[in-house]
């Protein structure tokens, strides 16, 4: 090859773009999946302080993912839970209410319904996370600390079994991942590079509160069977187990029971006459709220320290029918009462 040839090479080469390999792949998939992703913002009404009762209305934001034409988003529990007002932001600049259908708090997974469903959506599709593999490249779309539609990419660092992972999300597989996560994020996907969602974003352990490195994510195989198979009762409550010394110190009248911290202002727990917490406090580090209701049985079954009884009061409530009773044995003030609701 002659002197001349090989410095014509060099030049066309040093003048050739370059780009990373995967990057046309990463940034169509990104196009095709991101109309799907939305924002939901919620609000919730809170009564606190001790004498001096002050409420207060507390704003939300998270994301979530349409995953079918009808309008049903799949979101994080702990976003939705108690909220009194939910709203869905589309890419388009649309805004629709929605309502919580249903929820697990102990999978953090939830499923709402839009009130209509804006015209040319995307829908996403959901695949098969145990079909993953630990080192497989991911990505994440959300809203993370407000600003919408941001992606970040990583991989699967781990996968986590249920009843493995602390803060009692007992029912719910993780993906452990490096993709950059922060507030916002929660509920939002993540997508395998086939562009389907094999997740949905929970939580991250951080000591700054800010991405360090270890996001949590909901298998999408755990969402599909607790939320489109069984389809779990929500409830709208948010409690705190009393059990052992907690117990006593409240004065149970039996080993465990349930301090209701918020509700739903149209949830069944609302319907049914629960009452909130609304007082301050902190109990072995965690700030709670106390002087609301505590439940102690649900369908008539007590509530227990271990947190076997969850699953027993999960189905019973599932298989209610309209029509049916739902009963609430709670203690106020010292008594015991029961509350109850009938299922429309």
């Not at 997974?109 to 829908?123: S, W, Y």
């Not at 992972?165 to 991942?177: I, K, N, P, V």
């Not at 009248?253 to 609302?270: E, T």
């Not at 609301?292 to 599932?318: A, F, K, Y």
């Amino acid at each position: 090859m002659t002197i001349r040839v090989i410095l014509l090479l060099s030049l066309v080469l040093a003048g050739w773009p370059c780009r990373p390999a995967g990057a046309d792949t990463l940034s169509q998939m990104f196009k095709e999946v991101d109309g799907a992703v939305i924002v939901i913002k919620t609000n919730r009404k809170e009564t606190v302080g001790g004498l001096e009762q002050k409420p207060t209305t507390l704003a939300g934001m998270g994301s979530g993912v349409l995953i079918s034409a009808d309008g049903k988003v799949m979101t994080a529990a702990h976003l939705v839970q108690t909220a009194d007002e939910v709203t869905v932001h589309f890419q388009t600049g649309e805004v629709v209410k929605a309502k919580v259908v249903t929820s697990e708090p102990s999978a953090d997974v939830a499923l709402l319904q839009l009130e209509r469903v804006p015209p040319n959506n995307e829908v996403a599709r959901l695949g098969n996370s145990d079909e993953a593999e630990v080192g497989d490249q991911v990505f994440v779309v959300g809203a993370p600390l407000g600003l919408g539609h941001t992606l970040t990419v990583g991989h699967i660092s781990a996968r986590h079994k249920p009843n493995t992972m602390y803060g009692g999300l007992s029912r719910a597989e993780f993906f452990q991942t490096d993709a950059a996560i922060n507030q916002g994020n929660s509920g939002g996907p993540m997508f395998n590079m086939a562009g389907e969602v094999i997740g949905i974003v929970s939580h991250i352990l951080s000591k700054s509160g800010g991405f360090e490195g270890m996001g949590f994510v909901v298998t999408s195989s755990v969402a599909r069977r607790v939320l489109l198979e069984k389809n779990p009762y929500w409830s709208g409550v948010e409690g705190f187990l009393l059990s052992g010394d907690l117990a006593k110190a409240f004065n149970l009248p039996q080993p465990a029971g349930l301090l209701v911290q918020r509700i739903s202002a149209r949830s069944p727990a609302a319907e049914a006459g629960l009452r909130p917490g609304s007082i301050p406090a902190v109990i072995e580090g965690q700030a709670i709220l106390v002087g609301g209701d505590i439940v102690l049985e649900v369908q008539g079954v007590p509530i227990v320290g271990d947190g076997s009884s969850t699953t027993v009061i999960r189905d019973r409530l599932g298989n209610l029918k309209s029509g049916d009773v739902a009963r609430v044995m709670v203690l106020r003030g010292g008594e015991k009462k029961e509350l109850t609701r009938k299922v429309p």
